[in-house]
Structure formats: C-alpha cells, structure tokens
C-alpha cells in the first residue's frame, strides 16, 4: 500500500516561516516515523538514500513576503501533506493523532484532523490497483502534469530547470524502480517513450529557490500537458502509470523536502 496524508493544523503561535521550508517538514516527518518506531526512522535515515516519502510546503493564506520570510498568524489554519511508498511508513504517517503539537522550524502546529479518506488529495490504494487502473484506461490523447512546488533537475552538472518529459518520466521509472513497484520500469524504454511525448499547451516558469541559508538552484512549476499519441497503447499505458504515480512520488530532486509536488490528469483519445 502506498497513500498520502493530509493534515490540518493550527498554528499555536505566531512565527516568520521561510517561503521554502521543506528542510523543516523533511526534519518534522522523521520526528512523527521515529514517534511510531525509532528503528523505522534510524532504517529510513541512515540505510535508505532514496526517502520513501515526500513532504508538502505548509499551505495557509500567505501574507508578502518579507525578506524571504512569511508570517503565520497564532491561529490561523494549515495542511501540509505528506506520502508514503512503503506500508510502515505510511502507518507512521497515519499515527499521528488529533490534539498532538507538531515542532516544524520554529512553528507550533496543533493536529485538528487526520485525513486519508480520498478527500483532500489525500487516500490510500494498492499498487496493483494504481497498475489496473492505467492498464485498463484506453488510448489516451494527452497527459496532464502540474507542478505544486519547483522541479528541479540536473543534467550533468548544470540545474535544468526544464519540463522535458525525458527528464520527467524518467526520474517516475527511477522512483517507481527504488520504491519497490510490483511491475518492472526498464528506464532506456521509458526513455525511448517519452521522447517521443510532444509538449502541448503549458502556462509555467522556472525561478531560482533558496532552500537553506544561500543554497538554491534553478527549479519550474505551472501546468504542463503532453501529447502522446505517437505513442503505442503500451508505452500510452507506462506513461500514465508513471503518472499517476507522480501523485505520491512527487518528480525530480528532493521530494522529500518539499520540491516536485505533482498531480496528475489525462485525456482519453476520442
């Protein structure tokens, strides 16, 4: 099973959050796996260098920003979602209990619900139902990618702040592979596939985020459709897997920190 939970909270305190703080949520996440099982979290932190999680940014009625800071007011209400491609570490995530006090940065965060029920982006699914789903899903037109949060890649030594759908698609048959998927994801195949995935209608922009004192790189987000009907039914079929995958893996580097949240949409061949 993998799943994503979301959170609604409320701020216990009035605090100036940095407009990227993922490194705060990724550090607040190992908190809750090591509340549920300190092994989990030793196993996750020191074994694994692929995180089987990815968190969101904090989302709440955002003021300006103030020198890279936004304020959040006691009081005021927050979710924040998180994913999980192991079984353990979705139970941790869903452990956390209503009325406990979170510790993000300097922000207090009192849990008023818990959600994995479907609403919200949130829910939980089998493997092999994502897998029947995208198989059974017909000849399809386009795929629809939108980016919450800055993907980021590299290509050789260079950010690449660019919605190449080689890049994209490869990175879903890496996470896919590292996550322990119940269907082989041959990469130079996704590859070969992708390639021929034409960009279509897009509304997005790449900008330079700073995630820890003065280190940033060049990242993108906005919408993003690709049309696939050069593709064969098959290659149609992996590439919608990959995406709606996308749903809980997040694409690119450091999901797990806040960067390449993702929802996926398609549009069948009529």
Do not use: C
């Not at 829910?123 to 629809?144: F, N, P, Y």
């Not at 980016?147 to 890649?153: E, G, I, Y």
């Amino acid at each position: 099973m993998i799943g994503a939970v979301v959170y609604r909270l409320r701020a216990e305190d009035t605090a100036r959050v940095p407009v990227f703080h993922g490194r705060w949520l990724h550090g607040l996440f190992f908190k809750i796996m090591e509340g549920y099982s300190a092994e989990l979290s030793t196993y996750v932190h020191e074994t694994l260098n692929v995180k089987p999680f990815t968190v969101s940014l904090l989302k709440w009625r955002q003021e300006k920003d103030e020198g890279g800071y936004r304020v959040v007011t006691r009081g005021e209400s927050l979710s924040w979602r998180v994913t999980a491609l192991r079984e353990d570490v979705l139970q941790a995530a869903l452990h956390v209990r209503t009325g406990e006090v979170l510790q993000a940065g300097n922000l207090p965060l009192r849990v008023e619900k818990v959600k994995a029920d479907g609403t919200e982006d949130s829910g939980v699914v089998d493997e092999m139902e994502l897998v029947g789903a995208a198989l059974q899903a017909g000849r399809i037109a386009e795929i629809r990618l939108r980016f919450l949060s800055p993907v980021a890649f590299r290509r050789d030594d260079k950010d690449y702040p660019t919605p190449d759908p080689v890049f994209i698609f490869s990175s879903l048959a890496d996470k896919w592979q590292q996550a322990a998927m119940p269907v082989e994801m041959d990469r130079a195949w996704v590859r070969e596939a992708a390639a021929r995935a034409l960009l279509a209608e897009w509304h997005g922009s790449s900008r330079r985020v700073y995630f820890g004192g003065d280190r940033g790189m060049l990242a993108f987000s906005g919408r993003f459709s690709y049309d696939v009907t050069a593709l064969n039914e098959e290659e149609q079929h992996a590439l919608l897997l990959l995406a709606q995958f996308a749903n809980f893996s997040g694409v690119g580097r450091l999901t797990g920190q806040g960067f390449g949240e993702t929802r996926a949409l398609y549009r069948l061949l009529r």
